[in-house]
């Protein structure tokens, strides 16, 4: 069964660092989510993207952040600029039709 | 602001029991409402999700019931077993667009 792959499934960077986030969603998926959960709390929307350009993004989705699509595969969203509060889950989704949207694994991002 | 309202924060059920954990939302224009389950260390996995131009959906154990002009709908999960113990989360969209979740259940289901 396809699915929605992320790497690395932990990353540790410290305050002020770019860290890249990567995933591959499914392969015939039109739109792309990024999503985050801080321990213990609930996911929040970052951005969505589709037709490789944002289509829609929330207020934590700032300067500091930024989202690719360099090929026709990978997802990527990148933080220029790490803060300790950046720390938290980042989950990848994807999207056939805007209805059902699959998750991938989540990369752990630790802000040292 | 939030914009979909979960109930209760946590819930223990015997094996074979029903849990029923409930949303509610506050904006009209929502038009999709999914139910994932998420186990500790991975991600949401999309579990069940309802249109609101129907009232209720059932697949296997799980079951949504939603009320439209009461804002509301809740997850039903008949003979509950100790693999269903996880984090379920509700949410609700508008047109596709970002999910807006709850702020999860954790539910324990004892043998």
């Known amino acids: 069964e396809p699915e929605v792959t992320q790497t690395p499934s932990h990353q540790v960077t410290q305050m002020g660092q770019e860290v890249i986030l990567r995933c591959v969603p499914i392969s015939n998926h039109l739109y792309f989510y990024w999503y985050r959960q801080i321990l213990g709390q609930k996911v929040e929307f970052l951005v969505s993207?589709?037709?490789?350009?944002?289509?829609?993004k929330s207020e934590i989705f700032d300067d500091q952040f930024s989202v690719e699509r360099p090929d026709g595969s990978n997802f990527t969203l990148k933080i220029r600029s790490t803060k300790l509060e950046d720390s938290a889950m980042y989950f990848c989704?994807?999207?056939?039709?805007?209805?059902?949207?699959?998750f991938g694994p989540g990369t752990r991002l630790t802000v040292l | 602001q939030q914009q979909v309202k979960q109930s209760p924060q946590s819930l223990i059920v015997q094996k074979g029991g029903i849990s029923i954990i409930n949303c509610a939302y506050e904006?009209?224009?929502?038009?999709?409402f999914p139910w994932y389950q998420q186990f500790p260390g991975k991600g949401p996995a999309l579990l069940i999700a309802?249109?609101?131009?129907?009232s209720e959906k059932k697949e296997g154990r799980f079951t949504i019931s939603f009320n439209k002009s009461a804002k509301q709908f809740s997850l039903h999960i008949m003979d509950s077993q100790p693999g269903d113990s996880a984090t379920y989360f509700c949410a609700a969209s508008m047109s596709g667009n970002q999910f807006y979740f709850g702020t999860g259940t954790s539910l324990t289901v004892i043998p």
């Open positions: 309802i249109r609101p131009d129907v």
């Open positions: 993207f589709y037709n490789n350009e944002i289509s829609e």
């Open positions: 989704a994807s999207s056939k039709d805007r209805g059902e949207a699959f």
């Open positions: 904006n009209t224009a929502f038009d999709y």
